[in-house]
DNA sequence: CAATACCTTCTTGCATGGTAGAAATCCTAT
DNA sequence: ATAGGATTTCTACCATGCAAGAAGGTATTG
């Protein structure tokens, strides 16, 4: 019935077999195919994923709360340009919450998510020898991850989800150019971070963590601004 | 009170004037006229409130996200119960991020919000000589809803904002009882903090902060426990 | 009396038609 | 040619109809 309409030029019915649609938006901005300003019709994208306007809609009003698009009542929905302010506004909440999430899991003791950052610490050693930078970014974010699950906070891990969505983390990481000396210096870091929470050492393990975070936010800012020059 | 939703049919147009029908069913939510359980039908409210069944949908939807209602599939949407332990880790994210709003704050140095924080400890302190708790309650409130506007952190403010919403704590202040020596002391902690950030002494500020949140915490879960306890 | 199958009645979920408003475009007049 | 006003065409928004699923009560059967 409706392939009449949208079999020619677009839609190939994506039909979002597990992920909900939600999430496919959501990876598409994320992913930068949709570049900030870009409009988001309701109608476009209900033809596209061959669904009606209605859970479009409420996607696209989640998206807003999540703070990656803007609804303009009876304009339209645009992605939203995110300020340079704004990231390191959310760097700062970033080196926080982690912060929180190391003091907890060294308040914690022997679990078996410390197993798993020895792990991912020692492979991520062996990736800076190799210079294997994709597994390196991989690494990090699984790094991250795991600590802050095994924080035992789930609204902690609520509120830091949300966070890195918003910063688009993974695609900062990604199309940042990673500065020579710093995987080195980030993994060392990774490490010392494990050793004190190792040692059950809590306030040592926070402002470990905090630093880390710090540093590598100017990393990734200073990559920022040399992306934002070129525009 | 207990018939709850609807009166009767006879919709009383309840007409939101200015506030919206979001925060309007959030306000009867954390104000404890809806408790935890009620359900929430659609159609209820949408004729309660005159309007359709769509906009109340996206109301709860969002009241989901924010954690104060859950929906069932196919089911209904019920006021959430907020557990003993996820009132425990909201505290927990509480006393980070007031802690950075405290830290940045200080490094900001001479702002208006300055004064105001002044003169709201002189007024709590007078406030505590008269014995007055229910003047002491907003003052409090004000205290730290200045203190995150004084970070000039927007994201941190939005992820604060948030995190108060689900914890009802307005109504967990107002209605738990007042330990009798507790209200001098968090009032000179409050001084504490303001001496500290006017003194640009961020680390201290942070520190005196986290450790406000935590003492005033403490408070709060003894009472919730006695009132668990009732139940 | 107990257990099970069915049926009624709720619920949310999705699709779609109509509306108001904003913006861009075109048309007219100076 | 340019400025200003009417109009057309988008948009999000809201109301409503319809369908599918979950739950509870009831009747029937062992």
Redesign the interface.
């Given at each position: 019935m409706q392939e009449g309409i949208v079999s020619q030029d677009t839609a190939v019915d994506d039909s979002l077999g597990e992920t909900t649609l939600l999430d496919r938006i959501r990876e598409l901005i994320l992913g930068g195919d949709y570049k900030p300003g870009t409009a988001l019709s309701e109608v476009r994208l209900a033809e596209y994923y061959a669904v009606s306007r209605?859970p479009v809609r409420?996607a696209l009003?989640?998206l807003q709360?999540e703070g990656l698009v803007e609804i303009r009542p009876k304009v339209g929905t645009f992605v939203r340009e995110i300020t340079r302010r704004?990231i390191l506004?959310?760097f700062?909440?970033k080196e926080?919450?982690e912060?929180?999430a190391a003091r907890?899991m060294a308040r914690r003791g022997q679990i078996p998510e410390l197993d798993t950052l020895r792990t991912n610490v020692e492979a991520s050693e062996l990736a800076v020898l190799r210079n294997d930078s994709t597994a390196y970014a991989n690494l990090v974010h699984e790094f991250h991850e795991t600590l802050i699950t095994g924080s035992d906070?789930?609204?902690?891990a609520q509120?830091y989800r949300?966070?890195m969505n918003?910063l688009a983390y993974h695609h900062l990481v990604l199309t940042s150019v990673q500065h020579p000396g710093r995987l080195s210096r980030s993994t060392a870091e990774h490490r010392q971070v494990l050793e004190l929470i190792t040692a059950k050492d809590s306030v040592g393990a926070e402002l470990a963590m905090k630093d880390h975070v710090w540093a590598s936010s100017r990393e990734v800012m200073m990559d920022s601004v040399s992306r934002q020059d070129r525009n």
């Open positions: 209605t409420e009003k989640q709360i704004e506004e959310m700062e909440v926080t919450l912060g929180l907890l906070n789930l609204k902690l509120h949300t966070l918003q």
